[in-house]
Nanobody, 124 residues
Framework: QVQLVESGGGSVQVGASLRLSCAAS????????MGWVRQAPGKEREFVGG????????PYGDSVKGRFTISRDSGKSTVYLQMTNLRPEDTAVYYC?????????????????WGQGTQVTVSS
């Protein structure tokens, strides 16, 4: 059973940066496609971006393109989401998700494993 644990959320001002981490355990990390999904209050879950087992990054969601970067450290079984130039509309719970396949899903419902989420709040 794959377990995902996110960390790194917090409350920041507009324009700040944060780096979220997602540590995976219980599975073969190298076979996992990983994604970041966020959910703002009253809204549906939104795909942010993902990364394949070989490090290939999927196209980012339009709302974060150019500001967010995903990377992974296979040696640490960890995926990162570097967020820069944060805006109030980035306020959400950010989830790390994974699926044991070669293609990174862009639809949140296609993921099998989920972390507990970490809150990111951006204030002006």
């Amino acid at each position: 059973q794959v377990q995902l644990v996110e960390s790194g959320g917090g409350s920041v001002q507009v324009g700040a940066s944060l780096r979220l981490s997602c540590a995976a355990s219980g599975g073969v990390f190298s076979f996992l496609s990983m994604g970041w999904v966020r959910q703002a209050p009253g809204k549906e879950r939104e795909f942010v971006g993902g990364i394949r087992w070989n490090g290939d990054v999927t196209p980012y969601g339009d709302s974060v393109k150019g500001r967010f970067t995903i990377s992974r450290d296979s040696g640490k079984s960890t995926v990162y989401l570097q967020m820069t130039n944060l805006r109030p509309e980035d306020t959400a719970v950010y989830y790390c998700a994974a699926v044991m396949q070669g293609v990174v899903p862009t639809t949140p419902t296609e993921y099998t494993y989920w972390g507990q989420g970490t809150q990111v709040t951006v204030s002006s």
